[in-house]
């Protein structure tokens, strides 16, 4: 049984793209120091945010920002309690502060000031929680490959299913329009600049590469060797990076808020999210996350990449509790990274390097959910993008890129949730939509459990439940008639638990991973209440129906091994009560994973290291 230990707590201020590289050193925070007493003038008043009230508002990144001496302006977001948004935005006002924006969906406010103007707020009953409005950047790759086989290694047959009718909300850089995609491309938004409908297109090229594994058509080259997992899908841009690859978390809060509250007017049943901030709180202040819990409760299926924080920077050596927001939301399905080796069979797969293990800084939630294809992954090309134009290596041909990382393991993943979303329409037309907890159910029962090359199973905590069996997913979803009452049996047919893939016969997982704790056996027979829309992912007391359950995969089976490796450092200043942790404050800072950064509260792009993961 795991017993209480210390762990490090650290400090990041860059919001990656989920696709591995060298990040610049802009984009490396430092581990956060204790916080210093900060006092500001406030119309002739003194407030203190080293206060433990005021202090608690902020998350790292903001109280790192005041012990560096809080030079210059600082952009948060202010979030407030229901009802008193106004009451905020008239103190910014009376402040040397100046109002950017709404985030109604989570009752926020997007505000630059300065370090008084900062103090005014946390010292405000108004205010519930200050959060940076961390900046986003991409990252990308190339590495060499043979034969392509991502739909075989998938269990998928040529060109279908293809997830006809499906809209996927791409959240990105945005998608260069080409053959591959037509006239699929059905809506594109610039969240830069006002959330404007533009034309589609893409200067970085991220956005396109992730649109491509989600639902490209792969007709660009004659064969169509390089199709998405679902060349049907309707495709909604929505851009929040420029051309450098670089953004800001409120836009991303904007485009995630947009594509809820016009999910039925787009069509949108996805969200795909590869990117991500390192954790700065718990996921219940955390804006992004809150926004991705509400798209969840609304219908929509978010998943979000892991990250690419699996290894220690300093050392190489495999790490724990590297996943980053919003891969903690618990409703969101976060994807890890596992490499094919190019083969359809499943026997030599392996969880890459560099896919962030779990489990998630603060709330020790047991992520990822499930592992993905996403190392050396060809898709889509944006002509006269950043990533085309400054990075030759990456070409697998004058329109396709070859890129790695959990931003692609979490695309392929969107793709296959298309088509279980699909499989199920087409089978029960008159049913309601799966939910997605069920879809998370479906996926991570119909998973297979990955071994390393000793032949070691991997922990939960590296895989999830098991990596993506799309064929698997799709007859399961096909079986499942959502319009069954809760509490009674759902399957319409019988389920044989296994998958031939490349000749060979895979047994499912037959689990999931709730919260922490693993779900044996059927427990996906049945429509519980597990699977509503008003249930978190994880909560307690929610199953219809007696289920068995096993280990908790982060205090007990996992804890003597990712405690003594996690990704952010070896100061431990943290303990554990054998279910939650219990967060302290760094005196003697320990070297960690995202090095030292001077200036962390401004950053544009990162760099790509063309011999390393992306």
Request: aromatic share 6%.
């Amino acid at each position: 049984m795991w017993t209480r230990r210390s762990f490090a707590l650290f400090l990041a201020a860059a919001v990656v793209l989920c696709s591995t590289a060298t990040p610049s050193a802009q984009l490396l925070p430092r581990l956060l120091a204790p916080i210093k007493p900060v006092t500001a003038g406030v119309n002739g008043l003194l407030c203190s945010i080293s206060s433990p009230s005021s202090a608690a508002k902020l998350d790292n990144a903001s109280r790192r920002w005041v012990d560096s001496g809080g030079q210059g302006q600082v952009r948060v977001i202010a979030s407030a309690a229901p009802g008193v948004l106004t009451s905020v935005k008239n103190l910014v006002l009376t402040v040397s502060g100046r109002l950017l924006g709404d985030l109604p969906g989570i009752n926020g406010e997007i505000i630059e000031t300065d370090l008084d103007g900062l103090s005014s707020l946390a010292c405000s009953s108004t205010v519930s929680s200050l959060s940076l409005d961390a900046p986003v950047a991409a990252t990308g790759d190339a590495a060499a490959g043979s034969a392509y086989t991502l739909r075989a290694a998938l269990g998928l047959p040529a060109d279908t299913p293809a997830g006809a009718g499906i809209g996927v909300s791409v959240i990105d850089s945005g998608i260069a329009g080409s053959a591959d995609f037509g006239s699929r491309i059905v809506a594109a938004y610039d969240f830069m600049n006002g959330a404007k409908a533009v034309t589609s297109a893409d200067g970085y090229g991220h956005g396109t590469h992730v649109a491509g594994l989600i639902g490209g058509s792969g007709s660009l080259l004659a064969g169509a060797p390089y199709q998405g997992v679902g060349p049907q899908v309707r495709l909604i841009s929505m851009k929040v990076l420029d051309a450098g690859g670089a953004g800001r978390t409120s836009d991303v809060i904007r485009a995630v808020e947009y594509a809820t509250s016009r999910r039925a007017a787009l069509g949108i049943q996805i969200i795909n999210l590869s990117l991500g901030h390192p954790i700065y709180e718990a996921a219940s202040r955390d804006p992004l996350v809150r926004a991705v819990e509400a798209a969840s409760r609304a219908g929509i299926v978010v998943v979000v990449a892991a990250g690419n924080y699996g290894t220690g920077r300093s050392t190489g050596e495999i790490a724990y509790s590297g996943i980053t927001s919003p891969g903690n939301a618990p409703s969101a399905i976060t994807v890890g990274a596992f490499n094919t080796r190019d083969t359809a069979a499943r026997g030599d797969d392996e969880v890459a390097p560099y896919s962030s293990r779990g489990p998630s800084w603060y709330d020790g939630f047991a992520k990822p959910d499930i592992v993905a294809p996403g190392h050396n992954l060809v898709s889509d090309a944006a002509a006269g993008s950043t990533l085309y134009s400054q990075y030759p290596s990456l070409r697998v041909s004058p329109s396709y890129l070859r890129l790695s990382g959990t931003s692609m393991a979490a695309a392929v993943t969107s793709g296959a949730v298309a088509l279980v979303l699909e499989a199920n329409r087409s089978a029960h037309p008159d049913g309601p939509a799966l939910t997605p907890n069920a879809v998370k159910g479906i996926l991570q029962y119909s998973s297979l459990r990955l071994r390393d090359a000793s032949g070691v199973e991997y922990g939960d905590l590296v895989q999830g439940a098991g990596a993506l069996n799309a064929a698997g997913a799709i007859a399961l979803a096909r079986a499942i008639d959502p319009d069954r009452p809760v509490g009674s049996y759902w399957w319409t047919s019988s389920v044989v638990p296994q998958t031939t893939i490349a000749g060979d016969g895979q047994t499912w997982s037959q689990h999931i991973v709730w919260g922490t704790h693993i779900v044996w056996g059927t427990s996906i027979d049945t429509n519980q209440s597990a699977w509503s829309l008003d249930t978190v992912w994880g909560s307690s007391a929610v199953w219809s129906t007696p289920i068995a359950w096993g280990s908790d995969v982060v205090w007990e089976s996992a804890g003597d091994v990712w405690a003594d490796h996690i990704v952010w450092g070896t100061n431990y200043v943290g303990t554990s009560d054998g279910q939650h942790i219990v967060w302290g404050t760094v005196d003697q800072p320990s070297t960690t994973v995202w090095g030292d950064l001077s200036d962390s509260a401004e950053t544009s792009g990162a760099s790509i290291d063309p011999n390393g993961a992306s």
